[in-house]
């Protein structure tokens, strides 16, 4: 079982930025890729950003130049560096770990750009 803990949400005003961070826990190994996805009311779940295990990227186009995603596998943690938010980025963020034996969701944080 591995655990997903999401940090990093809040309120800001558009423009600004934001870093979220999902740490790992459990027994974690065979990875295929970690990601970002965002849900807003009403609408479905979609993917923001993904990095896989080799280190490839790669970003929904609506955050495309603004969002980045890292990973630090030292800290088994993956980072979601939002910047320039627009208040369309509200939403839900949920932090995903794809491995060979299936998957693992975190419990979310939610990201509000309002003035």
């Known amino acids: 079982q591995v655990q997903l803990v999401e940090s990093g949400g809040g309120l800001v005003q558009p423009g600004g930025s934001l870093r979220l961070s999902c740490a790992a826990s459990g027994s974690i190994f065979s990875i295929n890729f970690m990601g970002w996805y965002r849900q807003a009311p009403g609408k479905e779940r979609e993917p923001v950003a993904i990095?896989?295990?080799?280190?490839?990227?790669n970003y929904a186009d609506s955050v495309k130049g603004r969002f980045t995603i890292s990973r630090y596998n030292a800290k088994n943690t993956v980072v979601l560096q939002m910047n320039s938010l627009k208040p369309e980025d509200t939403a839900v963020y949920y932090c995903?770990?794809?491995?060979?034996?299936?998957?693992?969701w975190g419990q979310g944080t939610q990201v509000t750009v309002s003035s």
């Open positions: 990095i896989t295990n080799d280190g490839s990227t």
């Open positions: 995903y770990w794809n491995f060979v034996n299936g998957g693992s």
